[in-house]
């Protein structure tokens, strides 16, 4: 029996160990989502626009407009990128959930097994 529970104990072992490597694997995925540096840009665009807009005077209406169309479609832009990254961020965040659970299925057996073999070990005798 106690030759199978470390056996057992290495399978787990082993099954921790593909899980962190998938969820390394996962993180580097999540850092690679591309979009931040476009969104930098969008917000010093719109920071740009906004002072340009501030810093002129009450007859400039139509400019005044112009801007602030500029700067609207400069936020759509950057929701639709903030959009598209949360997006992928939450279907590799449903792939770690799915890996996890996937870990617990095949590991919980196994500790039940273990547990069994150690309430044998340890029973008065």
Do not use: C, H, W
Not at 8 to 15: G, M, R
Not at 72 to 82: F, L, N, T
Not at 86 to 101: D, V, Y
């Amino acid at each position: 029996l106690e030759e199978e529970r470390k056996g057992l104990n290495d399978q787990i072992a082993s099954l921790q160990s593909d899980l962190n490597a998938q969820l390394d694997a996962f993180n580097r995925d999540i850092s690679a989502i591309s979009g931040a540096s476009e969104i930098a840009n969008l917000d010093s665009r719109i920071k740009q626009l906004s002072d340009q807009k501030a810093s002129l005077g009450i007859f400039k209406g139509k400019e005044k407009k112009n801007l602030q169309e500029q700067i609207d479609q400069a936020y759509v832009e950057r929701k639709a990128i903030q959009d598209r990254m949360n997006s992928e961020r939450q279907a590799i965040e449903r792939k770690i959930a799915a890996a996890k659970s996937e870990f617990e299925k095949k590991a919980a057996p196994l500790q039940s097994r273990i547990q069994a073999i150690y309430t044998e070990l340890t029973k008065a005798r």
